[in-house]
């Protein structure tokens, strides 16, 4: 389906913003898992043959509410997939907290775990298991959508274009990403190349829920589960501080233009989403096909035809 139609089947109220250019990620440490990868689980299902798919041209939209509208209803199918197999993770992590024992392929599942999300404790302890919960939990839809156009300016950018990179974010080995032309001298980073959209989308989330920068992030999310509040994009991007050199001034944009162009509308949606986190409906959620039936209003039918 073309970015045009897609974007015809979902209107939402927008107003245009303007927006800067890139901004500073404080990145280290992102060789290896750059690229977003999911641990195996045998819970979680292969990926539908959609999240390989590249990026539409959304430079070719002459009119600003139509490009709005479809990199939108691009991007949100990709967050709620990124999201879903998220769940089913922190599903399993729960189901591990509540053994005696663990076996060997389990104990290995949660090293690797630990490893990947930063948490340092002792394995199989209750600390561990709750510094885990806390780091592997879903974004809302809005911040992302939010900081994926910010930073991509809507999908046009050369790293997003060049390299599927919609977040800015940087990579530290030589080849990893595309030079940045305004690079100073002496400096090695790169900005990270992905396989696809969907990649950049889990290796932003797995960012903001691992990277000390964010911590405070990852407090207000905890705050708002223990107190059983709506997670919103709103609220945690003031977690984003550190994002950009700009702080403050970076999470008041990125605050305007969810309100700008209610981008709540998504978290609302998201949230109904998931208030059936049945196993069955997470399966649904995180192998449907096609993309379509991920947008507000849809239903997930069955599985579809999956890419390993």
């Not at 280290?28 to 990026?55: C, I, N, Q, V």
């Not at 390299?163 to 090695?188: D, T």
Request: glycine share 8%; aromatic share 10%; proline share 6%.
């Amino acid at each position: 389906m073309s970015a045009g139609k897609r974007a015809l089947m979902l209107f939402v109220p927008l107003i245009a913003f303007a927006i800067g250019g890139g901004f500073y990620v404080p990145q280290s440490g992102m060789e290896g898992y750059r690229s977003g990868s999911e641990l195996p689980l045998a819970s979680l299902p292969s990926l539908p043959s959609w999240a390989h798919d590249g990026l539409p041209d959304f430079a070719s939209f002459r009119d600003t509410t139509e490009k709005k509208a479809a990199f939108f209803s691009f991007l949100y199918p990709r967050i709620v997939l990124a999201n879903s197999r998220i769940l089913i993770e922190r599903d399993y992590l729960d189901s591990l907290a509540g053994k005696s024992t663990l076996s060997e392929d389990e104990q290995q599942w949660l090293a690797a775990q630990a490893d990947r999300l930063r948490v340092e404790a002792e394995p199989g302890s209750d600390e561990q298991f709750s510094l885990l919960r806390k780091r592997l939990d879903v974004i809302p839809p809005s911040l992302i959508l939010a900081q994926a156009a910010n930073e991509s300016a809507w999908g046009t950018s050369r790293f997003a274009t060049k390299g599927y990179n919609l977040f800015g974010q940087w990579c530290f080995s030589k080849g990893c990403g595309l030079v940045p032309r305004g690079r100073v001298e002496g400096a090695s980073h790169e900005v990270a190349k992905f396989s696809s959209p969907y990649r950049s989308v889990r290796a932003y989330i797995q960012n903001l829920n691992r990277h000390p920068t964010y911590q405070a992030l990852r407090d207000i999310r905890l705050k708002d589960r223990r107190d059983d509040d709506p997670l919103s994009g709103v609220e945690m991007a003031q977690g984003l501080l550190g994002y950009s050199e700009r702080g403050e001034d970076y999470v008041k944009e990125i605050r305007s233009m969810i309100h700008y162009n209610n981008l709540s509308f998504y978290d609302n949606d998201f949230r109904d989403v998931i208030s059936d986190l049945t196993p069955d409906r997470l399966q649904e959620l995180a192998s449907a096909s096609p993309e379509t039936v991920l947008l507000p209003g849809q239903k997930a039918p069955n599985p579809g035809p999956a890419e390993g």
